[in-house]
């Protein structure tokens, strides 16, 4: 058998080292894609130490810029003949952060990593994908996306470029819900558009998990005192790096494109109703996702905008 190549964002720390790990132990050859380089040669140590598989690779990249994102990627052909699997990991939620912050490129830094950078990304290395025998493509989504049950909620297109960070208060919790709500709806449409070349796109809801003290740290007073009690009961990384072990390599999701996977493994539908009981049923369970996913008019508005602003 062919040696599979697997490539992870975001890979030197939680889920992402976790799922490095996991890959490094059945024998993988893992691409760390990491931008602190410091954290991630520590981490890719670490790996190779417990698994004893050399063949864990460290490639800089910052998902945030697509000057990083298309040096990588030239660098990843060049030195790679394909590609099996690509999880898109990395995502930015600073904690407590209360100012507006732009990209290299002028983007709003959660939308720039956890959007369009993967978008860029998943462009850029379609031909590698596409010449291996079972192509997946895994988003880490989150359970912040259930906010989009409330009628209320939309993606602040108008924002994304802060053309309103003057005038409209910065929160980035919303702002990273949004563009996680927009990664959900580019994986359904990029399924679509690469099922005639094989490649299966997916994304993965992940739902709590153990915090690191720093991450805790940079939380309002309020918060930190529920993340430490969270934290008692919430599972280790390991679990959910299993989740992606499963969906990327199992036969059960050979076949399985364009959907929506929670922690359980089972495949999530779009909610029916979003009113009442039913909406209180959706907000605290697991099987159903807001219908702003699927909506044509919210497809066709972040499938312009991603590939407006990565044209060359």
């Known amino acids: 058998m062919k040696e599979k190549i697997v490539m992870i964002t975001g890979a030197n720390s939680g889920i992402g080292k976790a799922a490095s790990l996991k890959f490094a132990t059945e024998g993988y050859r893992v691409i760390m894609a990491c931008r602190n380089m410091k954290i991630s040669t520590a981490a890719q140590k670490d790996i190779i130490g417990i698994t004893k598989n050399k063949k864990v690779d460290l490639m800089e990249l910052d998902v ?62 379609v031909e590698h994908l596409a010449k291996s025998p079972d192509p997946r493509i895994l988003n880490a989504c989150t359970t912040n996306i259930k906010n989009f049950f409330d009628p209320k909620r939309e993606i602040e297109f108008d924002n994304l470029r802060g053309e309103l960070k003057d005038k409209r208060p910065y929160s980035t919790y919303k702002m990273y819900g949004d563009s996680k709500m927009a990664l959900l709806i580019l994986t359904f449409k990029m399924a679509e558009e690469l099922k005639s070349m094989g490649i299966k796109v997916n994304a993965l809801m992940i739902n709590r998990v153990k915090l690191s003290k720093e991450t805790i740290e940079k939380m309002n007073s309020i918060w930190k005192v529920f993340a430490r009690l969270q934290n008692l009961t919430n599972p280790l990384p390991s679990g959910m790096a299993d989740n992606y072990f499963h969906i990327c390599t199992s036969d059960e999701f050979k076949n399985v494109t364009g959907q929506l996977i929670n922690h359980k493994r089972e495949i999530v539908n779009p909610s029916t109703t979003e009113v009442g009981f039913t909406q209180l049923k959706n907000i605290f369970g697991s099987s159903s996702y807001p219908k702003y996913a699927t909506n044509p008019q919210n497809v066709e508005q972040i499938w312009s905008l991603c590939t407006t602003l990565t044209e060359d």
Do not use: V
Not at 72 to 84: E, I, Q, V
Not at 107 to 116: D, P, V
């Open 64 to 125: 945030s810029s697509f000057d990083s994102i298309r040096t990588f990627c030239t660098a990843f052909k060049s030195k790679y003949p394909r590609l099996d699997i690509l999880i898109h990991n990395a995502a930015y939620l600073n904690h407590g952060e209360k100012e507006y912050k732009l990209s290299p490129d002028n983007i709003e830094l959660s939308f720039a990593t956890n959007t369009i950078g993967p978008f860029l990304m998943t462009r850029l290395l």
